[in-house]
C-alpha cells in the first residue's frame, strides 16, 4: 500500500514542479510584463494551486494507468498460452510414447537442441541398444520435436507451453 501512496506522490511531486516552473511561471510573467507591473503576491499562490489541482489529476492517471497495465499483465500471465485442443493433442501424443523416449523427451526439454548422436548415446544408457534416428521419428510421429539445422533438433516451440503443462501433470 506505501508503495502506492509512495509512487503517486512522487508523480505528483513531478508534475507540480514541471507545471509550476514551466507553464505557470511563463504565464504569469507573460502577464507581468503585458501589464508593465509587479502582480500581487497571491497571484503565484492561485498559481501554485491551480498548478497543484492539475498535478494531482496527472498523477493519478498516472498511478491508474500502472495499475491497469499491472493488471492487464496479471491476467495476460494467467491464461495459458495454448489452447485446449493443443493440450489434448499433447496429452494424445505423449501417452503414447514408451519410457525411454518419453525420458528422452524431458531431457530434449532439459538440455535444450541436441543433435542425433547425442540422442542416441541417451538411449544407450537407458536400454543398452544403439538405436538410429529417435529424434527424427518423434517429429516425424508426434510434431513435439522439430528439426532446427542438419541433425539437430528441440521441443517444438508451438507445443512447448502444453507440453509444460503435460510434464506437470505426469510429475504428480
Not at 494531482?56 to 495459458?80: C, H, I, K, M, Y
Not at 538411449?123 to 516425424?140: D, E, N, P, S
Request: net charge positive.
Amino acid at each position: 500500500m506505501w508503495r502506492g501512496v509512495w509512487s503517486y506522490f512522487k508523480a505528483l511531486w513531478k508534475h507540480w514542479v514541471v507545471l509550476v516552473s514551466g507553464v505557470g511561471s511563463v504565464i504569469v510573467g507573460a502577464i507581468g510584463a503585458y501589464l508593465k507591473t509587479n502582480l500581487p503576491y497571491w497571484t503565484f499562490w492561485v498559481l501554485a494551486l491551480v498548478c497543484f489541482l492539475i498535478a494531482s489529476f496527472r498523477a493519478w492517471r498516472d498511478v491508474s494507468n500502472g495499475l491497469q497495465l499491472a493488471q492487464s499483465e496479471l491476467n495476460q500471465l494467467r491464461t495459458p498460452k495454448y489452447a485446449k485442443e493443443q493440450l489434448e493433442l499433447v496429452r494424445g501424443f505423449y501417452k503414447n510414447l514408451d519410457e525411454h523416449d518419453k525420458a528422452l523427451l524431458k531431457e530434449l526439454r532439459l538440455r535444450g537442441p541436441m543433435l542425433e548422436p547425442q540422442a542416441t548415446e541417451f538411449r544407450l544408457k537407458w536400454t543398452g541398444k544403439r538405436t538410429l534416428g529417435l529424434l527424427h521419428a518423434m517429429q516425424y510421429n508426434t510434431n513435439l520435436v522439430v528439426q532446427l539445422i542438419g541433425d539437430q533438433y528441440q521441443i517444438n516451440p508451438d507445443m512447448k507451453a502444453a507440453l509444460d503443462a503435460v510434464f506437470g501433470e505426469t510429475e504428480l
